[in-house]
């Protein structure tokens, strides 16, 4: 489900997909792309993404693996979230830009919701409390195997390692979380193989981006 056609103007593609499967490489590639084709749109991030959602996103990614209780985390994203939705990405959205968030609910679902035990009912209803229907209208999941993630996170990765040091089958629950969110969300959800060349992928995601809101292209 969407926001309602009455106040949706803009269109909201969000990026999932576990540690090293080259987000924030593929949304740089884009916003390349949308600057020189001189589209609105604006990049972001979750954790993150607003002034005060950044401070919330330094509790959050680094530090002790179990510095804080599955709960206490959910509220913190989910918190961090709130302020971003509603100071950064429904505003762009009113405007009528295009917004690549770097992650967002689907990540919650499986981190806290399957990682973490916190369940996806309590992830779903807290979502549905704090954000009605607010969803992405197109999310690409970029899938890789953990052991090749993992891998290519630590090369580059400084202080935000929180999640990368939780073990191996985490991850693996973690990619398989994604993949049955993609199966259960075949419209609105893309699985893209993340092993593919870079140039290959980004040439992907701009075709799926050009057929699935091909009004702004
Ligand atoms: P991110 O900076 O996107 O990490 P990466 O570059 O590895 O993709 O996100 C930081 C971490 O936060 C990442 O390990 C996933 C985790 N996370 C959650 O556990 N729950 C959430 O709701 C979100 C948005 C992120």
Known sequence: ???????????????????GSGKSTQLKLLSTYFEKSGL??????????????EKIRSLLVSGA?????PVTETLLFTAARSDH???IVKPAITEGK??????FFDSTLVYQGIGKG????????????VFGNFMPDLTVILD???????????????NENRFEQLDIKFHQNIREGFLQIAQNEMERCVVLDATKDTETLHKQIVGIIKEKCGVFL
């Open 85 to 87: 939705l509603n100071r």
């Open 40 to 53: 609105p749109f604006i990049a972001t991030r979750e954790p993150g993404g607003s002034e005060n959602a």
């Open 1 to 19: 489900m969407h926001i309602s056609a009455a106040s949706k103007k803009g269109y909201f593609i969000t990026f999932e997909g576990g540690e």
């Open 118 to 129: 916190i369940g996806e009912v309590y992830i779903k209803s807290l979502h549905n409390m």
């Open 144 to 158: 890789i195997a953990p052991e090749i993630g993992l891998k290519r996170a630590d090369a580059r990765r400084g």
């Open 98 to 103: 295009i917004v690549i968030c770097d992650r």
């Open 65 to 69: 693996v179990d510095s804080w209780d």
